[in-house]
């Protein structure tokens, strides 16, 4: 029942219980107090649907909130914190008209030491625009509708968590690479509407899932273009899928200053780069209205290791990401109440 049609029969049904106990004084007076009982209840029960309307941390999230105070708290300035590292103008993806600063490309390069040029890099952008959206939908917070997301990464933790009902509530759910739902429902969900990958991560999609694709080199965007055109792997991509599924429609490529601005603005330019998990979450932050962050951290001995997988390297950590680092942070986010962090078991 839509709303207008619900608030249409609760006044219908006031009117007539109204009529019903002043327009008969001469009925019987159980008659007329059972009218009025049934006019409470659906008044009472209204209130209380609007109530859990409003509230967008119900369990579930089961409803489309509308909170002002929701979304607006994040932009805080008296939050000098948060503020300090969160730039709202921040570019989040490729698109036409492409920007990239000398500075943002510098940085880029050094990942993976890659000599490719400005202009090479900018020609293989402009062909990745021939063949996926050059603009893409790009959500943006409102106050007046905030978007629930929840960001799910790999994490061990996740396993006998039992966050699947919670996470499949959200309006976005975003997961990470390779990160599986097939056997692992009760813990981590089945809708998926966002997956973060890049090449060596890759996974096939259904026809409804954006693919966000984080570059880490230039050879990343080829391998883009050819999986879904000649699906002719270049010579680095022999171990990984020379082709997959997924919807053209709706692939979005992040944008490398996107990058730069994790690592310096939000780690202080700890480690080599932002791990793809963390690189997410900040993402969560500039396109969804209320984030809800489940599967990140180490285990109990202090292993990255995953929940659909199990850990053979005992001294696994987290390579060029400052893991140790970016923990810290989320839990400062946590703190601050700008994002619910669900550590799992």
């Known amino acids: 029942m ?9 006044r219908s049904f ?8 002043w327009q008969t004084p001469h009925q019987d007076t159980m008659t007329s ?49 948060f503020m300090k590292r969160f730039k ?30 400005l202009a090479t890099f900018r020609d293989k ?5 021939q063949i996926f959206p050059p603009n ?14 929840a ?31 097939k056997g692992y429902e009760a813990d981590v969900g089945r809708r998926t509407t966002h997956r973060v990958m890049y090449p060596e991560s890759s996974v096939h999609l259904d026809d409804t899932t954006r693919l966000i694709l984080f570059p880490f080199e230039l050879k990343d965007l080829e391998w883009l273009i050819r999986v879904f055109t000649t699906r002719f792997p270049g010579p680095k991509y022999n171990s990984v899928k ?27 330019s700890e480690g080599g780069y932002p791990s793809t998990g963390f690189m997410t979450l900040i993402l969560a932050l500039h396109i969804c209205g209320d984030v809800d962050v489940f599967g990140f951290g180490a285990d109990k001995d202090g292993n990255w290791s995953h929940y659909f997988e199990k850990l053979l390297n005992k001294s696994h950590k987290t390579g060029e990401h400052p893991g140790a680092y970016e923990y810290k942070v989320i839990k400062e986010l946590a703190k601050k109440q700008k994002i619910q962090f669900y550590s799992g078991k």
């Not at 839509?2 to 609760?10: A, D, L, R, V």
């Not at 006031?14 to 106990?21: A, D, E, L, R, V």
């Not at 790009?138 to 106050?143: A, D, G, L, M, N």
């Not at 599924?245 to 709706?250: D, E, M, R």
């Open 33 to 81: 107090w059972m009218s009025v009982l049934k006019l409470f209840t659906v008044l009472l029960c209204f209130m209380a649907a609007t109530v859990f309307l409003k509230k967008p941390n119900s369990f579930l999230h089961i409803f489309q909130p509308a909170d002002v105070d929701l979304c607006g708290k994040r932009l805080s300035k008296d939050d000098t914190w």
């Open 151 to 181: 960001v799910v990464g790999n994490s061990i933790n996740l396993k006998g968590s039992r966050y699947g009902r919670l996470i499949d509530h959200h309006h976005v759910i975003i997961r990470i690479n390779h990160g599986r739902t």
């Open 242 to 268: 020379t082709d997959i599924t997924g919807n053209i429609n709706l692939v979005t490529v992040l944008n490398p200053a996107f990058m730069k601005y994790v690592h310096e603005s939000w780690l202080d």
């Open 88 to 117: 709202q103008s921040q570019e989040l993806f490729l698109s036409d008209p492409f920007s990239l600063s000398e500075a943002a490309f510098h940085w880029w390069k050094l990942i993976h030491k890659d000599q490719c040029s």
């Open 125 to 129: 952008v402009n062909a990745l625009f």
């Open 2 to 10: 839509q709303p207008s049609s619900c608030c249409s029969w609760i």
């Open 14 to 21: 006031s009117s007539q219980s109204i009529m019903t106990t």
């Open 136 to 149: 893409p939908h790009v959500f943006e917070p409102r106050p007046e509708q905030c978007r629930t997301c």
